[in-house]
């Protein structure tokens, strides 16, 4: 950063303007309505995927085909699908699948962008322009496509739906961290010298973390809404994760045939996506505006 | 209050702000950025509003206009009589062919005050068009005659703002501020962004423009060298007041209030051997929190028991020359400076 | 500017070439044998290699990939549906149009909807009306498409009975599949907008033309707008993206004989040259798109195109103009 017109950057005093920017945006946050309700949804949701299943009245696979389409009653909350199956049951076995796969998509992305954008900007040349190629390649496939193809290669189950989800984004954040070592090559490193001693090693990384986290957090939050959606979009075109497994997309597809005379069966699912995807969004929001308060108003 | 100089209250008074009063509200916090300011101006005055960043001086000169950011801005209360009438009191057509036309800004950063997307000629004949009334075409003739007149070619009028120098670009706002004659020119820190040498020709360009039609200025500077070459009359301003004011002889030969005193203290002086620059102690008070009585007391080397309390009113001094200060006397005394 | 269209076609080249290499890659080494499927699991070996001959799958991998490039970058052939034997470009010619309408329907509702939503609640900023226009961006990006659509279908074709469920025909076919589809869209759009216009109020030169003694309207629609527009079409590519994307999904939601169902029946029957072709012949289509807005840009920002026609060196990690 420019100061008084000289170009300098003691790192220690940029540790302690991080430190104290941290502790400046998390009060900015605090006082967010919106994004403390979205935050305390994701964790009410987390909190159900995780031990919902230990406390579900039924099994998701527990069929009885007697009672099928019941509607809601005290034994069955929101009554029962086209199998007589719990479909609050089946709903918080669900969300284990959706929100799992949201998160793990992101987690995948992430990692394996920030790696590639670590390598492009650390070492820049070729490898630089490789990846940066790589990068256009992938952008230059719209995301779901990416994730149909992938996700019709690799066949359906989770793991294989991670990686579909996941690849579309890794361009974002590959850029993102990559771009946080343009400025400081130009002040460290004035020639492309390989013999880059140990210091400066530690001294690049306690600058890039936490300048990238901003951007990073805020995309990887509106991510995971993104790649639950996309999930969900994926178990409809008979990818990603597929009946009986009671992904929230997968039930909605399920229920598709059914849907003029047990409306209800695709309600549910539906809202649930909504309401994760809404407090994602909120948090995102949240963080963004924590993070840049210029631009709120 | 400060006591008006009845010689001053004829005819030739330009622009009269009495009691200035603005706020900007921020996260529940209220700013006081404008405190009571007073001040008169007479035609063809060039007036100096000197002091530190942060100081209140554009939001002085903003509000002149009433183009200050509301929200966050609120002009609390006071009068701005130009000309005899009172600007916080136009309503949306008078007030709008007064900008631009008879009061003028030039402001601080020229690479931002032009708009990207439109052509710099047309920037220009805007005004004509807006306040001459002309057709499109005259005004963008004339439009290229000020561009002439501050030294830029006739057949750069059809360019983008981004394809000109930093120096060109403040050119160019300065001829869009002038075009319509205006009878007073804001100008705010107009050379601080610009290199030293394109400095001194933008101010030798503002002050030829200025003695050509006998436009009154305000000129907003932390620069006291530009004050001393340019301004009639200099008005201090330290936490949203004005805490000195006179003739620019009266203030450069006898500073009286203590910050004054500081800031040309704070000056190397060429002839005489020193070591160290004095600058003044300690910082400007947060305008949200701003301390009791003299709000320079906290750092003035010269602060006494009943500096901190109650409202500091002006003393009038010799001619037109003002201070917000209780002890001048004794000030003066021990700096070793007249009253 | 000519030099820099002309860069920018040869360069989309070699994207479209390596993505078509990098699918035909990911469809080759997936695991699965179409022969099998095609045949059906009771053939016999030898029916299974001689079918393989037949189909010049036995080929090694570089020439069936070979054979393909060049099959589509010269002959424009996509190869047969190894089902139904047709062209798969013949199809795909055939059913874009439908999707293509679809999409850029989707598009023109997001920004002749989102555009003034997002300028009316920047205008009115933290009042009720900026408050409940972005509530409703908000709802908007969050509902999942397909879902959203489901329920148009059951409240406006099955209960009330409005409009058709599925199907094309006239325009009242696609009323609701775009409607659906521009949801995202409008939202995404109103909040872009929206936060561009917040910027774009508070700059300098806005501040200047108000000194100058404009109207507020004219600062806003001549002074703040276009300036506010520049990243709204810099999205607008993405968004098409996303159409396309929600055009997919859609597609199979109201049975409209478009790309999409072709994909996914490609994708359910491991068709694999219809899924080839459809994903290569959608990354082309959208390279198109991108590279368009790209040059729509050069229109709106005077800045960009200097910088477009500055651009016959690689361009340098320190010398971007704009960044000030």
Known sequence: MYKNGMLRNSPSNEL???????????????????????????IIFIILAILGPTFAPYDYMEMDISNKFAPSSSSHLLGTDDLGRDIFSRLLYGARYSLGLGFAGQIFQLTIGTFLGCIAGYYGGKSEELIMRFCDIIQAIPNILLAVIVSAALGTGFMNTVIALGVGHIAGSCRIIRAQFLPLREQEFVEAEKSINCSNFRVIFRHILPNAISPLIVITTMGVGGCIMSAAGLSYLGLGVQPPTPEWGAMLTASREYMRH???????PGLCIAIVVLALNLLGDGLRDALDPKLKN | MMKENIEEQDAETLLSVKDLV???????????????????????????????TGAGKTTIAKSILRILPDPPAKIRRGEILFNGKDILKMEGSELRSIRGHKISMVFQDPMTSLNPVIRVGSQIADVFMLHRKLNKRD?????????????????????????????MKQRVVIAMALACDPELLLADEPTTALDVTIQAQVLNMISSLKEEKNTSMILITHDLGIVAEVCDKIAVVYAGEIIEFGSKEEIFLTPSHPYTIGLFGALPDLDSDVERLDPIDGFPPDPSDLPDGCRFSPRCPHTQE?????GMESVQLHGTHTCRCRHINRVAAKEGSYV | MIRFITKRIILMIPVVVIVSILIFSIMYFSPGDPVEVILGGKATDVEIAAKRAEMGLDEPFIVQLGDFLYKFFFKMDLGRSYITQKSVWGEIMVRFPR???FAVGCMVLSVVVGVPLGVTAAVHRNTWIDRTCMVFALLGISLPEFWLAMQLVIIFALKLGWLPAYGIGGPQYYVLPVIAGSVHGIAKQARQTRSSMLEVIRSDYVTTARAKGHSETTILYKHALPNALIPVVQVLGNNFAISLGGALILENVFSIPGIGTYLTAGIAARDYPIVRGCVIFLALVFSIIMLLVDLAFAFIDPRIKAQYEKQGAKRKATGREINV
């Not at chain 2, 529940?28 to 002091?51: P, Q, S, W, Y």
């Not at chain 2, 009943?306 to 109650?310: A, P, Q, S, V, W």
């Open chain 1, 262 to 268: 047990y409306p209800n069966l695709i309600l549910y």
């Open chain 2, 22 to 52: 603005v706020e900007y509200t921020s996260d529940n916090r209220i700013i006081h950025a404008v405190n009571n300011v007073c001040f008169d101006m007479k035609r063809g005055e060039t007036l100096g509003l000197v002091g530190e």
């Open chain 2, 139 to 167: 005004a963008e003739r004339e439009a290229v005659k000020m561009l002439e007149l501050v030294g830029i070619p006739a057949d750069r009028a059809r360019e983008f703002p981004h394809q000109f120098s930093g120096g």
């Open chain 1, 16 to 42: 302690i303007k991080k430190e104290s920017q941290f502790r400046a945006i998390m009060k900015r946050l605090s006082k967010n309505w919106f994004a403390a309700v979205g935050l305390v949804i994701i």
């Open chain 2, 306 to 310: 009943d500096c901190k309390e109650g």
């Open chain 3, 99 to 101: 999707t293509l309408m």
